[in-house]
């Protein structure tokens, strides 16, 4: 079945002025973001990610280049068509941006009574809502009682109160921490399955992208450098922008090559979780060098990657390679400077 774009960007382009000049934030974007997807954009921090989901909205307007958004060219229409448009429109935010001084409820209630829906109707809706993200026990609670998971949820339930088509959400599980992310996650993968909401999600965390994301594109001084599937771009990325997004390096403590020659070894969800490595080394009889690993086990199976460090012996790389293509596990000699 033929996909169906909701989102084309064309040639947009953003530049700031400054005390020291012009600042060119984007450059000539071009994507498309298909009806029911998840998709993800992410960069290093300067990259121009939060500009480029402001500018899908048209919270900032593009200095340059097209928008549409449901069909619609957004930078067409007047500001009372833009408002009206906006509603289709969902965001969510990192720091959640609730009202401090109003219940859950009202939070939730809030961009429907600006829409003009009567209270009754609204709280009827932020009540379904609430009982989506799994806080209605939660209505009555302000946002200072509320963890920041449960301030997200709200802020999620406050974004589908519109029932928008889409859902952008801006570095929205950076100020959670791992546990609370991996929820968050999965009650945003929910609703796009339950809803049909098309979401994009602006990260710095390649794990944010894998977990939920079916395709990614790599912002990196205001350009798109690459864009594909994420199971694509896990496997073979091709910039430099992308390697360092997948191997943080020496900030997160990874150690450092010593020149040998290193090996990649993909889990892209394939492969059950069990021992990999220690089985490789038993059967291979060939020790490794586990120089780099970021892992984890989702649904019982093995996402992440590791890179090791290959023995001097031709004959016992040449069993490991054999051993890995048996066991249907995708990996690729690398270089030390990705570490």
């Not at 033929?2 to 960007?9: A, F, G, L, N, P």
């Not at 200072?144 to 999620?156: D, F, T, V, Y």
């Not at 073979?236 to 020149?259: D, Q, S």
Request: charged share 25%.
């Amino acid at each position: 079945m033929e996909q169906k774009e909701i989102i084309r960007i064309e040639g947009l382009t953003k530049r700031f002025s400054g005390k020291n000049g012009e600042v060119v934030a984007l450059e000539n974007i071009d994507l498309s973001v298909n009806e029911g997807e998840i998709f993800g954009i992410i960069g290093l921090s300067g990259a121009g990610k939060s500009t480029l989901v402001r500018c899908i909205n048209l919270l900032e307007r593009p200095t340059a280049g097209r928008v549409f958004v449901n069909g619609q060219e957004l930078s067409s229409l007047s500001d009372k068509e833009l408002r009206l448009a906006r509603r289709g429109i969902g965001m969510i935010f990192q720091q959640f941006n609730l009202l401090m001084q109003s219940t859950a409820l009202d939070n939730i209630c809030f961009p429907l009574l600006l829409a003009g829906v009567n209270k009754k109707e609204a709280e009827k809706r932020a009540l379904e809502l609430l009982e989506i993200v799994g806080l209605s026990d939660k209505k009555n609670a302000y946002p200072a009682q509320l963890s920041g998971g449960q301030k997200q949820r709200i802020a999620i339930a406050r974004a589908l109160a519109n029932e928008p088509k889409v859902l952008l959400c801006d570095e929205a599980t950076s100020a959670l921490d791992p546990t609370t992310t991996r929820s968050i996650l999965s009650l945003l993968k929910e609703i796009n399955e339950r809803l049909g909401i098309t979401i994009i999600v602006i990260t710095h965390e390649m794990r944010v992208v894998e977990e939920i994301c079916s395709r990614v594109a790599i912002l990196d001084a205001s350009h798109v450098v690459e864009l594909g599937s994420v199971q694509e771009i896990f496997r073979k990325p091709k910039t430099a922008a992308a390697r360092r997004l997948l191997f943080p390096g020496k900030e997160n403590g990874a150690a450092v090559g010593i020149g040998e020659r290193l090996l990649r070894i993909v889990f892209d969800g394939m492969t059950p979780f069990e021992p990999v490595i220690a089985n490789m080394v038993l059967a291979c009889g060939a020790p490794v060098n586990i120089m780099f690993a970021n892992t984890r086990a989702i649904e019982g199976k093995t996402v992440g990657q590791m890179i090791v460090q290959l023995p001097e012996s031709e004959e016992a790389v040449s069993r490991i390679e054999a051993y890995l293509n048996t066991q249907n596990i995708t990996f690729e000699e690398v270089k030390e400077d990705v570490l």
